[in-house]
């Protein structure tokens, strides 16, 4: 019993640390790229229907939005998604204490991340290593950076974990209370993110592999795809109409590009049109998604541009945003679960390779945060690694160099407070941009840092190209726009996002013979043109 309290009490210090190190951030940061739509989406959860951008699912977002809702927010009267959401965070020029509130509601999903990699982790390990996976997971900071804002990526990185252990427990024992808690795994991550869809499957049978049985109860299977009908249901308000009525001519347009054929286009439509059916915000989410995946999204890595992607870009921007000494946990733990053979322990590694193999398919390469829930079950391995290398240590040089890795790592990652989201290891130095930029650096985080550093050196006349929809006159800021191919005299402000994708055509290389006086935080670079 002693041992059980211990083993709770850790997990539930190490997830509280990391709440109080992921608040500490709201404040420092302005929005994010993507914020101000899902906040107004979230926003539109309560007070229905859910037609604001349903390419996403609402868990996050109307986690996000409750505080504002239950503070009174006034209901957004702009046309614009983006508008919508700015409306809400510059209402009543609190930006900063609305922006705060707003992202604390991600901390439920990082208290339930942090909870399921401990009880995943202990299905076949101990209970060392998932105190032990525990830190290691709240340690990466993509999570920390991630689970900061008013986004989807950090719930699919909650929901799938918890949805692996419940299929786990499942597997090993199908009871109707195991299958009940399997479908509301399910239904969450289906609310989480669309992604939640692609990545479950394919780690589910890993999980089935493993755990095989040869007779299945049909029953339970029952019982649970009617709890998960039912909560992701509910996550759609209950809603039932045809598509048509919630997305508009736009709804026929998604359901006929999802045709993967030309001959199903007339059926599709007309489903679109003229079949009723429940939650039709989320076949058009999913409608959206996979047009957006097929068309491709702008991105660019190691020097290249592209608006398909490259199947190597998810393991190169992994490699850059884990910590080294992460990385080197990581590969002595699959050595050893190589050698153990243990079939039911190499499911992790299996579910891990699962995911990356399902985002290197994608064609939408814009972020490590597409690729977060791998760090559950990697967070797990690399536990067992340490855990194991602790134990079989002869001598204490072994334990010396476990301890100075970890130290490299907690300590390495600490000192980079708050920057977890522009974050890089030591072999993108020193200019990380050269590797990517969007979400993995610049995402428009900056912009509340730009605003002090232009009172501190009253910087009259700034000249800027920042990549946000954060308004700059509203932080003070007098915002004198820049054709990147043209030369400007005086102080210029340019965030690394905006520089990348416009030297693409050719444009600012007349900025290239300068250098800038300083960086402002991590994404933007402060130039003065004589």
């Not at 390419?55 to 927010?73: M, T």
């Not at 209901?75 to 020029?93: F, M, Q, S, V």
């Not at 840092?449 to 009253?458: D, F």
């Not at 055509?505 to 933007?524: F, N, Q, T």
């Amino acid at each position: 019993m002693q041992r059980q309290w211990t083993y709770f009490a850790a997990v539930a210090a190490l997830t509280l640390l990391a709440c109080i190190r992921v608040a500490s951030t709201w404040r420092v940061f302005s929005e994010t790229l993507d914020e101000p739509v899902h906040l107004a989406a979230g926003y539109q959860w309560f007070v229905g229907p859910y037609t604001v951008d349903p390419s996403h699912p609402p868990l996050a977002r109307a986690l996000c939005a409750l505080p504002l809702w239950l503070a009174g927010y006034p209901n957004p009267k702009a046309t614009d998604d983006t508008d919508k959401g700015n409306e809400l965070l510059y209402h009543g020029d609190r930006y900063e204490k609305t922006l705060a509130r707003a992202r604390a509601g991600n901390l439920p999903l990082l208290i339930l991340a942090c909870a399921a990699v401990a009880l995943w982790a202990r299905r076949a390990f101990s209970q060392r290593v998932a105190i032990l996976a525990v830190a290691l997971f709240t340690n990466l900071p993509p999570i920390l950076g991630h689970a900061g804002l008013v986004t989807t990526d950090l719930a699919v990185a909650a929901t799938l974990p918890f949805a692996l252990y419940a299929l786990d427990r499942f597997l090993e024992l199908a009871t109707p209370r195991r299958a009940a808690l399997l479908g509301l795994a399910i239904g969450l991550g289906v609310l989480s993110k669309m992604s939640f869809i692609v990545y479950f499957p394919a780690t589910a049978v890993v999980l089935v592999i493993a755990r095989w049985r040869p007779r299945v109860a049909w029953k339970p299977v029952l019982i649970a795809l009617a709890v998960a009908f039912f909560v992701t249901w509910g996550g759609y308000r209950f809603s039932f109409g045809r598509p048509v009525t919630y997305g508009g001519d736009f709804a026929t347009y998604v359901f006929d590009q999802m045709a993967p054929v030309d001959a199903l286009r007339v059926p599709l439509r007309w489903i679109a049109n003229e079949v009723p059916m429940p939650a039709p915000a989320l076949p058009i989410g999913l409608g959206i998604v996979a047009v957006h995946d097929r068309g491709g999204h702008g991105t660019y890595l190691l020097g290249r541009y592209s608006d398909k992607g490259w199947w190597y870009y998810f393991p190169v921007v992994f490699f850059y945003k884990t910590p080294i000494p992460f990385l080197l946990l990581l590969a002595w733990g699959i050595a050893l679960l190589v050698r153990e053979r243990d079939r039911v322990r190499l499911a992790y590694v299996g579910a891990a390779l699962a995911i990356l193999l399902v985002a290197m398919h994608g064609k939408i390469n814009i972020g490590i945060r597409h690729l977060l829930p791998i760090y559950a079950p990697l967070a797990i391995v690399a536990a067992h690694a340490v855990a194991e290398i602790w134990r079989r240590a002869t001598d204490a040089f072994g334990r010396t160099a476990l301890v100075a890795l970890l130290a490299w790592l907690f300590i390495g990652v600490a000192i980079e407070h708050p920057d977890y989201l522009a974050w890089f290891n030591e072999a993108a130095r020193p200019d990380p941009s050269r590797i990517t930029v969007d979400s993995n650096l610049d995402w428009g985080q900056d912009v509340l840092r730009l605003a002090r550093v232009y009172r501190e050196m009253h910087l009259e006349g700034l000249h800027t190209d920042i990549f946000t929809n954060a308004k700059l006159e509203r932080h003070g800021v007098p915002q004198i726009d820049v054709h990147a191919g043209t030369k400007v005299t005086g102080w210029l402000a340019v965030s690394d996002t905006a520089m990348i994708f416009k030297q693409r055509w050719g444009e600012y290389a007349w900025l290239r013979m300068y250098r800038p006086v300083r960086r402002i935080g991590k994404s933007i670079r402060l130039y003065y043109i004589e």
